[in-house]
């Protein structure tokens, strides 16, 4: 089959555009040229509506544009999205993220519920490894014999920082990464020193505090669960642990689901099961990250 000029022509603009309009930049030569040799092939045996429509689908589902769409999301506050919750309190309550993977702290902020910076927000941290850093009054954590840079040919291309790694807690509990600021730096480790001493500090004050904490559910999820509850008995006023694990698999209806699974004094672990993905920066669909934040605020009403 001859190739249709035009139709070419058609195809290379719907692929530039679709670069700019929804990754906000244009698309590489390489990719222009196999993007649009593609979508030609296509076009042979498939009608042009759904080899354009099928294109369209492919851009804005990739993760680059993913990640724009929490990007765009992390500049627009959610807080009058869980205000309602903060509501239904008799008393004023500071949300404090916990770990550990998506960001609490992000999600947080986003509802306006951060106020400052702590050790753990923007790291890779196992559950257990967050357990024995409270357990230790975060000395192990601010140790700088623990810590060691990574260099910039070992991080990932597509991951967030990968500045340093705890060697103790990655050894003992699994894969501990500093992504904001880098520890082995003055500057990074005095940030993390900082941060460390403030979490001190909010631990024993008399105020109300949620400490929020997102994990992916392990068969010791509910044992590490009640440990870190039981540390903050000790040494913690006001405090509340909440952690959500989130479960495998969709949830049954169109909305994320979830679900008390234990409590213990103060402290609540949900389980929850989400309509996307968890990402670095929270979720792919912003209704978990909703649910998610009211329903951890409604177990403390």
């Not at 719907?14 to 990719?31: A, K, S």
Request: with cysteine; hydrophobic share 45%; charged share 25%.
């Amino acid at each position: 089959m001859a190739e249709d000029p035009t139709l070419q022509d058609f195809l290379a603009l719907l692929v530039q555009g679709t670069h700019q309009g929804i990754l906000q930049r244009n698309v590489d030569p390489e990719w222009h040229r196999a993007f649009t040799a593609e979508l030609m092939r296509r076009a042979e045996t498939t009608d042009l509506q759904s080899v354009v429509s099928g294109f369209i689908r492919l851009i804005h589902d990739c993760p680059e544009s993913q990640d724009r769409s929490m990007a765009m999301l992390a500049d627009r506050n959610m807080g009058p999205f869980v205000q309602p919750m903060l509501a239904l309190r008799p008393s004023p309550i500071a949300a404090i993220p916990l770990g550990c993977a998506p960001r609490a702290a992000g999600m947080l902020r986003r509802a306006g519920l951060r106020r400052w910076a702590g050790p753990f927000d923007w790291m890779t941290i196992p559950p257990a490894a967050l357990r024995d850093a409270l357990a230790d009054d975060m000395l192990a954590l601010t140790n700088p014999r623990h810590i060691e840079r990574i260099p910039p040919a070992a991080r990932p291309d597509d991951g967030p920082g990968f500045l340093a790694r705890h060697t103790r807690y990655s050894s003992l509990h699994g894969e501990t990464v500093f992504h904001h600021r880098d520890p082995t730096t003055e500057d990074g480790f005095a940030a993390l020193e900082r941060a460390a001493a403030r979490m001190r500090e909010t631990l024993r004050g008399l105020h109300a505090k949620m400490l929020l904490q997102v994990v992916e559910e392990a068969p010791g999820t509910a044992e590490v669960w009640g440990q870190t509850g039981e540390l903050l008995d000790r040494f913690s006023r006001g405090a509340a642990l909440v952690t959500v694990a989130l479960v495998e698999g969709a949830p049954e209806g169109p909305f994320p689901e979830m679900e008390l699974a234990q409590g213990r004094g103060p402290h609540r672990l949900l389980r929850m099961r989400p309509l996307s993905a968890p990402r670095p920066l929270g979720f792919t669909d912003p209704m978990d990250e909703l649910v998610l934040l009211r329903g951890a605020l409604s177990v403390l009403a």
